[in-house]
């Protein structure tokens, strides 16, 4: 019975264990997914911020921020990937709707 009862003391705190271990990581997570978002609307803020002289500096503003977003790719981060890419989007929809039409919905 004393056996029985200290496995049962010793499982549980496993469990415990496991659990805490399961809400760290997805705190963690979260917390990613948030900080990549946040780095999407600082990007977008950059880019908008920019003047460009023609195409070229357009299109290599915007490859700065697609090499800022492959990072979580490479690291194969699609969670990431998609939380940089949608705080980029929505940034440049609210701050400019004109330049925003031509990315993709």
């Not at 990613?32 to 299109?59: H, K, P, S, V, Y």
């Not at 979580?72 to 440049?92: K, N, V």
């Amino acid at each position: 019975m004393k056996r029985t009862a200290i496995f049962s003391f010793i499982a549980g705190g496993l469990l415990l264990l496991c659990s805490c271990s399961n809400v760290e990581k997805a705190e963690e997570a979260t917390a990613d997914i948030t900080a990549a978002q946040m780095e999407g609307r600082r990007a977008a803020r950059d880019f908008i911020n920019r003047e460009w002289r023609d195409t070229m500096a357009l299109q290599h503003s915007l490859l700065e921020a697609k090499a800022k977003q492959s990072k979580y790719i490479i690291e194969g981060r699609q969670d990431c990937a998609a939380a940089f890419d949608s705080g980029f989007i929505s940034t440049l929809r609210a701050v400019r709707p004109d330049v925003a039409r031509h990315f993709k919905k």
